[in-house]
Antibody
Framework: EVQLVESGGGLEQPGKSLRLSCAAS????????MHWVRQAPGKGLEWVSG????????GYADSVKGRFTISRDNAKNSLYLQMNSLRAEDTALYYC??????????????WGQGTLVTVSS | EIVLTQSPGTLSLSPGERATLSCRAS???????LAWYQQKPGQAPRLLIY???SRATGIPDRFSGSGSGTDFTLTISRLEPEDFAVYYC?????????FGRGTKVEIK
C-alpha cells in the first residue's frame, strides 16, 4: 500500500523558512515523479512544484519560483520542499503526491494527508 | 500559463441523476495531460480520470471523461451518495501543472 507522510509544517513568521519532508513507502520510490500541491483554507488546489524520478527535471509554480526548492533523496525514499522568504499567502495545507510514472507530466495517483503551514506574525 | 475554467461552480442534483461537469482550457491541451480529481471534505483529493478518458485504478465505471482540445467533460452517470464532493480538472503544459477552481456537486 502506498503511504506518503508529510511533516515539517507549523507556524512561521513572514520572511522565515520551513522545510517540509515526505516519507514514502509501499512503492519503488525512484520509479516515480513526485510533487507538492497546496490548498489554502477553504480554497482550491494549487500545484507548487514537481520533480521527476532522477531529479533531472524540476518545475515550480510562478508563485513560488525563486523562493521554494524541491529535492528528493531516493536512498531515503524521501521528498523535500525548502520554503524560504515565506509570505502570508503561502499559508496552506501542503500535500505530497506521487506521479503515475517516472516523468513529471503524469498526474498524481496517490496523496498524503498533508501538513499545515501557517505564515503569520 | 493555461487557465482552466470549470462550470458550473455548484451543481445541485439528487442521487441517481446524471452529472455533467465542464472544464474549458484557455488554449489547447493535450488530452494525454488532462486529469480529474474528486475531493471530499477533510480528505485528500483522489485521481479519477487521466489522459482525459482513462479511469484510474479502482474508479467505478459510472465515472467517465471525454473531450479534446479546449473542452473536456467529466460525467457521472448515476450519482451515488458518496459522489457528492468537489471535482477538479488539471492539466500539464509548458512544464507547469494547473488546476481548475472546482465544481461542487451537492445534494439537491
Amino acid at each position: 500500500e502506498v503511504q506518503l507522510v508529510e511533516s515539517g509544517g507549523g507556524l512561521e513568521q513572514p520572511g522565515k523558512s520551513l522545510r517540509l519532508s515526505c516519507a514514502a513507502s509501499g512503492f519503488t520510490f525512484d520509479d516515480y515523479a513526485m510533487h507538492w500541491v497546496r490548498q489554502a483554507p477553504g480554497k482550491g488546489l494549487e500545484w507548487v512544484s514537481g520533480i521527476n524520478w532522477n531529479s533531472g527535471s524540476i518545475g515550480y509554480a510562478d508563485s513560488v519560483k525563486g523562493r521554494f526548492t524541491i529535492s528528493r533523496d531516493n536512498a531515503k525514499n524521501s521528498l523535500y520542499l525548502q520554503m524560504n522568504s515565506l509570505r502570508a499567502e503561502d499559508t496552506a495545507l501542503y500535500y505530497c503526491t506521487k506521479g503515475l510514472a517516472a516523468a513529471s507530466w503524469y498526474p498524481f495517483d496517490s496523496w498524503g494527508q498533508g501538513t499545515l503551514v501557517t505564515v503569520s506574525s | 500559463e493555461i487557465v482552466l475554467t470549470q462550470s458550473p461552480g455548484t451543481l445541485s442534483l439528487s442521487p441517481g441523476e446524471r452529472a455533467t461537469l465542464s472544464c474549458r482550457a484557455s488554449q489547447s491541451v493535450s488530452s494525454t495531460n488532462l486529469a480529474w480529481y474528486q475531493q471530499k471534505p477533510g480528505q485528500a483529493p483522489r485521481l479519477l480520470i487521466y489522459g482525459a478518458s482513462s479511469r484510474a485504478t479502482g474508479i467505478p465505471d459510472r465515472f467517465s471523461g471525454s473531450g479534446s482540445g479546449t473542452d473536456f467533460t467529466l460525467t457521472i452517470s448515476r450519482l451515488e451518495p458518496e459522489d457528492f464532493a468537489v471535482y477538479y480538472c488539471q492539466q500539464y503544459g509548458s512544464s507547469l501543472w494547473t488546476f481548475g477552481r472546482g465544481t461542487k456537486v451537492e445534494i439537491k
